[in-house]
């Protein structure tokens, strides 16, 4: 028996996972809502969904029973706490809040409800990181002592546009938000390979000095003037890592992360990725390894090779590495639109399937927290100066027998 999903929020970032859910064998129906009507037309036409909602409100009065929230990025965590309340599962896009009061309670509302929470944290699912936490649990890396992760976007990389449509006539006032409210792509590289979560950080900020304004302390509802933040943390293992959230910055775009053991250790770069050893016995080049650029599909039963190969339009999971289990995914994903370096389909298919057999999905809501608080907290030492704050810890999910995979 499958589920009824309700996407809240049909924007450019929704196109991508709105044939996703659509062609999903465990969803049975889908519910597009949104408070603009012609978007939500549009979309209906477009994708072929005649169920339509005019609100979040709405939606939550219909018996749908998962919420995909895919709107601002200021409203997430509410916006979850209504739906979970209303008795629906909930996939959220990152991040998954921007205070720690309102991520306690989404966490609290979880344990409450019982209900499925998963963030859509697209870094869990990258090539790298699927090889550091294969390398992390066979102990390859020794004991970690430290590890690097950053995300590099400037803002003349699109941002103006994506502010634009998520803030519509008010854009400026949402726009210069502080760096490290955004963490999780950089944050979930590290905690997803070695469990460590974060425990105290040191922050320091870079006053922004561009003549758009937006990071004026009179221009954003955040008093922010940091348009790049590069924050040390302590982690729960004894190790330490380095954060940067950057905004304005000479470089083309990143989501990266090194780790360092005292075994082995993890490199990436713009010269690109490699894995070494203490002893020299290993030194490998992992480009090929981590490239995304599809992997074919055969036909159960038949070899994988020559004209047995599957063509279902480029007869592949599009956008996926080597690393990547794509035998798990529906045949239904096969050709269909993937994104974030193979991350789309597996968040997708991860999310369903918690739905539907109760069990515990990746990036649930104890680890969406861990990925998130940190950040708060270092914009916090930040604006004191690099102050050392503790960074508070909601705990494990209670009763875990396991974690989808």
């Known amino acids: 028996m499958g589920i009824t999903v309700g996407m809240v929020g049909v924007g450019a970032f929704a196109q991508s996972f709105i044939p996703l859910f659509k062609a999903h064998p465990l969803v049975d129906d889908v519910v597009l809502c949104d408070l603009d009507a012609n978007k939500l037309r549009q979309n209906a036409e477009k994708h072929g969904i005649p169920r339509t909602c005019p609100s979040l409100d709405a939606l939550c ?10 709107t601002q990025n200021w409203l997430h965590a509410p916006q979850a706490i209504q739906a979970l309340r209303a008795g629906k599962h909930v996939y959220s896009a990152v991040p998954t ?31 790298a990181v699927l090889y550091c936490r294969a390398q992390y649990a066979k102990g390859a890396f020794g004991h970690v002592v430290y590890g690097e992760a950053e995300y590099y976007h400037d803002w003349d990389h699109g941002l103006y546009d994506v502010m634009k449509w998520r803030g519509g006539a008010r854009w400026r006032e949402f726009a210069g938000g502080p760096p490290m409210h955004y963490p999780t792509h950089s944050t979930s ?41 590069a924050a040390l943390f302590r982690m729960s293992d004894g190790s330490c890592c380095r954060i940067n959230e950057f905004r304005r910055i000479g470089h083309p775009g990143t989501v990266r992360m090194c780790l360092f053991g005292t075994e082995g250790s993890f490199e990436h770069n713009s010269a690109g990725s490699i894995w070494v050893t203490k002893d020299r016995s290993q030194s490998l080049r992992l480009d090929a390894l981590l490239e995304c650029k599809g992997m074919p599909v055969r036909r159960t039963g038949e070899k994988a090779e020559g004209m047995d190969l599957v063509t279902a339009e480029d007869g592949t999971h599009r956008d996926v590495s080597p690393l990547h289990p794509v035998e798990r995914l529906p045949k239904e994903f096969i050709g269909l639109p993937n994104g974030h370096a193979g991350a789309h389909q597996f968040l997708v298919d991860d999310f369903v399937q918690a739905c539907v057999d109760g069990s515990l999905p990746p990036n649930h809501v104890w680890m969406a927290a861990r990925y998130a608080v940190p950040g708060i907290l270092a914009h916090e030492s930040a604006m004191n100066g690099g102050r050392l704050m503790e960074i508070p810890d909601f705990g494990d999910p209670p009763g875990v027998i396991g974690v989808r995979d």
């Open 189 to 229: 590289q590290i905690i997803s390979v070695t469990g460590a979560h974060m425990t105290h950080v040191s922050c320091q900020g870079f006053v922004d000095r561009t003549d758009d304004g937006l990071y004026r302390a009179d221009a954003n509802r955040w008093q922010n003037v940091f348009s790049n933040e």
């Open 97 to 127: 809040g921007i205070t720690v009061e309102e991520i306690a309670g989404l966490v609290k509302t979880v344990e409450e409800t019982g209900k499925v929470y998963m963030l859509g944290e697209t870094s869990y699912y990258y090539p």
């Open 61 to 70: 009065d219909t018996d749908v029973d998962a919420a995909v929230i895919i």
